[in-house]
């Protein structure tokens, strides 16, 4: 099977982890960094092992987001991170990036409008070049205050003519969902759809975090999702209404989510009947792509071509870009 020749559709994938190695290294030394073999690169700026702890893995996601300095820096990031899913196969892509998390840091050089601006910039600039529909969501950090909270969907509904949607991520664990639910349903309303990082973490209250994300903030997909499989009720509640999942399983691999690829429960996630997709959460810090993760489920769990194809039929019908843009390059 030529892995690379599937249309694909990917749902979740952060911007600013997507940055291509090359890139890393032609920009590291600028910001104090030594990169002058693969090993201290590997060192700084890569996860390819199973974390000892969360903290271990955000060291190496706010050395990445050190280099996010610059307008040129993220117009840049953006374009090759589209570039680089065209080369996956991917047709219709869906990047997600905290405008808070790019800031910091940098507050003296770049606000969230030139943040946004140069990400757009680079994406339309793609868009233009290669036969791709991007669509841009803006995530709250749930770590952070409320406040914040509140001001990232007003800058989220100010620009929904460039974000598709919204989401809610970091640690869900001790950070409850529902505090957030007015001002994702103020999104809702604004026509924005919702995705909420969910059901990540490997504890027992993972399914019901799963419904609190639906019930009180209105999502038609979850992050991850991917501790669905331990309760049957919350397996029908997602198939009743149609919820999609954006699994990704090296990357639950890597956060000590689920144990080894091999064991992962995508396939007996599906085969309960939830819609189930295809994702690579922080490709260029996990150091792989789509067709990565493709070959780990053919070689793994057996899926065929069919098997792709539906779960890709899945993305396509779930994701937040408009039906005229993505039926334009799905086709072609």
């Not at 405008?99 to 990400?119: C, M, W």
């Not at 970091?170 to 994702?184: H, R, W």
């Not at 639906?214 to 919350?234: M, N, S």
Request: hydrophobic share 40%; aromatic share 8%; charged share 25%.
């Amino acid at each position: 099977m030529d892995l690379k020749s599937i249309p694909k559709v990917a749902l979740h994938r952060h911007l600013e982890l997507s940055v291509r190695h090359s890139t890393i290294k032609e920009l590291a030394p600028q910001f104090g960094f030594d990169v002058s073999t693969q090993e201290k690169f590997a060192e700084k700026f890569l996860l390819t092992e199973p974390m000892a702890d969360l903290g271990s893995a955000l060291s190496k996601f706010l050395d990445t987001q050190k280099l996010l300095a610059s307008e040129e820096i993220l117009e840049r990031l953006a374009f090759e991170a589209c570039e680089d899913a065209v080369n996956e196969g991917i047709k219709i892509l869906e990047l997600r990036y905290a405008p808070t998390f790019v800031r910091l840091g940098h507050e003296d050089k770049l606000t969230y409008d030139q943040i946004h601006k140069a990400f757009v910039r680079g994406i339309e600039k793609a868009e233009a070049q290669f036969n791709i529909a991007v669509g841009l969501i803006c995530i709250v950090q749930r770590i952070l205050p409320l406040e914040t909270a509140e001001e990232i969907i007003d800058f989220a509904i100010a620009n929904k003519d460039t974000f598709v949607g919204v989401d809610l991520a970091d640690n869900e664990v001790g950070f409850d969902c529902k505090p957030f639910a007015p001002y994702f349903k103020k999104a809702k309303e604004a026509g924005l759809g919702i995705t909420i990082h969910s059901g990540e973490a490997n504890v027992p209250e993972a399914p019901q975090y799963i419904l609190d994300a639906v019930k009180e903030l209105g999502a038609t997909r979850i992050g991850h999702g991917v501790q669905i499989h331990r309760d049957q009720a919350v397996i029908d509640f997602a198939k009743e209404n149609n919820i999609t999942l954006e699994l990704c399983p090296t990357s639950n691999w890597l956060t000590n989510a689920t144990g080894e690829t091999k064991d992962h429960p995508f396939r007996k996630i599906m085969e309960a009947g939830v819609r189930t997709t295809i994702n690579t959460d922080d490709p260029g810090i996990f150091n792989i792509d789509m067709l990565h993760e493709y070959k780990v489920l053919q070689d793994q769990h057996g899926f065929t071509l069919e098997e792709f194809n539906k779960c890709n039929q899945f993305a396509y019908e779930a994701s937040f870009i408009p039906e005229e843009k993505k039926a334009k390059v799905w086709k072609s």
